[in-house]
């Protein structure tokens, strides 16, 4: 059975993208060009039979290998700096791309390469208006999604999702409870598989340890000692020449689960949920920026601010102004997720070994966090083109990638495991979604800590916690003391610990359904200026009730009881 290779061209110039279109067709193989074609099997001897039911057993089960290479188009969205590839590697070649060509046989090939956040999101628009998709399209947000069921343009993946993963697959999935796949399903059929997001526990305060024992200060016990901590920072002057700065902050407050350089653990303090719609203790639906909560949180931040606890020029710096200052030793403390290790601290670490970061949570801190929804407006889902022939790769591709790699097969995926401790980004995937069970971080650091203690023998691990379990060991050896190393030790080790420690897991969020609970971008501007202003005192805080005021009459007011509706 011959394989004809797709030949599609594509051309990105200002935002616009053209597909060339493919002419000539023969039976099972639409949008194949004629014109094109090459076979593997060039021995003439194959079995028919045999042959047929090996490309059925690929076609129906989760990890059955084609026997030929099957070739799929896609729109691939890419990440900065090449998603930190070894040289050499590509997204068409890379440990991911040779592994799934040596477990299923398959070989994607890229109609376009585009950064998230603009040139991606316009390509996707403008493929779903011409009604031109590649055969797999990794696609971002609900509302896409939904144009592209009604529009008919993409494949039911049920009978994909029931034959073609495994058991443990269905299991990550379930662990997220039923919105999850419910938001990827319309009319009781399953069209997308759905990125899955891990719980990444709580806001940690990370500090310079070495200047916390170098001005003979004990450790901090609760938030406001962390603050002192850090006022000592900045009268000591601890990195010299009165280059010391205070607590690093965005502009834009909350970093949330990707950015860094927020305040959130502040706000988390409080009882606060800014940006989310949560839930009062009425169980009433409301916008956790607009609550008395966040008030207070806003006092406490500008109380910091006056102090000179938070950097006194926060307002004028960007992201990158902020890492200089960790590269260069000037700031000792920012909040972050459990992997600020991996970015931005490494950074620090790169230039000073000696710069010891340490995570911080109190527990009084995170008792009050109310429930919070999700919309999955920003959600990635995978869809395949209505009509191409192989749907099935998609399952395939998840379940050879989140369950074979990392659990069973110790032969093959040693390449893919290493990508994770040389900190390669999640991007360099062909489909950017990640699959995992919900409480994944635990999992794994508690395993690994195990391993490391000598309670558990090193092969119990799984493919993944073994390529993190032998390089926290090197960093641990002093064998080992690249950045890599020491991010893969303080984030999956150091940090997991501090969060376990704690004993309280974050609430997971529930779905809003189909509400459009997106905030406007007047009242996104609203309030940020309110918020700024409060913190750096150019207004009262008492001024955050004349915010509330303007946000609810600005259609704040409407766009909450719609979204109460939605709920109920």
């Known amino acids: 059975m011959k394989r004809r290779v797709l030949q599609l061209a594509a051309l990105m110039a ?13 039976p099972g193989q639409s949008g194949v060009d004629t014109e094109n074609v090459e076979s593997s099997d060039d021995s003439g001897t194959a079995d028919p039979e045999s042959d047929q039911a090996a490309w059925e057993e690929a076609a129906h089960t989760p990890l059955g290998k084609y026997p030929e290479t099957v070739e799929y188009t896609l729109g691939k969205i890419s990440g900065a700096n090449n998603s930190n590839l070894p040289a050499g590697d590509t997204y068409e070649d890379n440990a991911y791309t040779r592994y799934l060509k040596e477990i299923l046989n398959i070989q994607n090939v ?53 034959e073609c993963t495994t058991d443990v697959i269905k299991e990550m999935y379930a662990s997220y409870g039923e919105d999850l796949l419910g938001s990827a399903t319309f009319d009781g059929k399953l069209y997308a598989f759905p990125n899955t997001a891990i719980d990444d526990g709580h806001m940690l305060l990370w500090l310079r340890a070495d200047w916390i024992r170098e001005l003979g200060l004990e450790e901090p016990r609760t938030m406001d000692e962390a603050m002192q901590i850090i006022k000592a920072f900045v009268e000591n002057d601890i990195a010299g020449d009165g280059r010391t700065v205070g607590l690093a902050c965005s502009t834009g407050l909350i970093a949330g689960s990707s950015e860094t350089y927020g305040v959130d653990g502040i706000f988390t303090k409080f009882g606060s949920a800014p940006e989310k719609w949560i ?16 008030k207070e949180a806003l006092r406490y931040l500008n109380r910091l601010y006056q102090d000179g606890i938070l950097d006194s020029r926060f307002l004028l710096r960007k992201t990158d102004n902020i890492d200089e200052l960790l590269i260069n030793g000037y700031c000792g403390a920012a909040f972050g997720r459990w992997w600020a290790p991996n970015n931005p601290l490494s950074l620090s670490y790169s230039e000073d070994k000696s710069a010891e970061w340490k995570p911080y949570l109190f527990a009084e801190d995170v008792q009050d966090e109310p429930q919070t929804f999700e919309s999955y407006d920003e959600w990635m889902y995978v869809v395949v083109r209505k009509g191409y022939e192989h749907p099935e790769i998609v399952g395939k591709y998840v379940s ?20 994770f401790s040389i900190n390669v980004d999640p991007t360099a995937r062909p489909m950017n979604i990640n699959v995992d069970y919900i409480d994944a971080l635990y999992r794994c650091g508690d395993n690994l800590q195990k391993a490391l203690d000598g309670e558990i023998s090193v092969t119990e691990l799984s493919g993944l916690e073994k390529s993190y379990y032998n390089t926290c060991r090197s960093f641990l050896n002093g064998n080992l003391t690249t950045a890599n190393g020491w991010a893969a030790y303080a984030s999956r080790i150091q940090a997991v ?10 609430k997971p969020a529930i779905s809003l359904g189909a509400a459009d609970a997106d905030i406007p971008q007047n009242l996104q501007d609203l309030e940020s200026t309110a918020f700024l202003k409060i913190i750096a005192g150019e207004e009262p805080v008492d001024y955050f009730d004349t915010f509330v005021q303007e946000w609810y009459a600005g259609g704040g007011g409407e766009l909450t009881e719609n979204v109460r509706d939605s709920y109920q």
């Open 497 to 506: 610990e501090v969060l376990d420690s704690i004993g309280t897991r974050k």
């Open 14 to 26: 200002a935002l616009i993208l053209l597909f060339v279109g493919c002419s000539g067709s023969i």
């Open 279 to 294: 839930l009062d203790d009425e169980g009433n639906v409301v916008y956790g920026s607009v609550t008395s909560e966040t």
């Open 110 to 162: 890229d109609i376009f390469e585009l950064e998230a956040g603009g040139s991606y999101e316009e390509a996707l628009e403008m493929s779903i208006a011409d009604r031109s998709i590649p055969d797999v399209l990794v696609v971002n947000g609900r509302d896409n999604l939904e144009k592209l069921v009604k529009a008919g343009l993409v494949e039911d993946l049920t009978s994909v999702y029931e």
């Open 400 to 419: 050879a990638i989140f369950d074979y790699s990392r659990y069973e097969d110790e032969h093959y995926a040693s390449e893919v495991n290493d990508y």
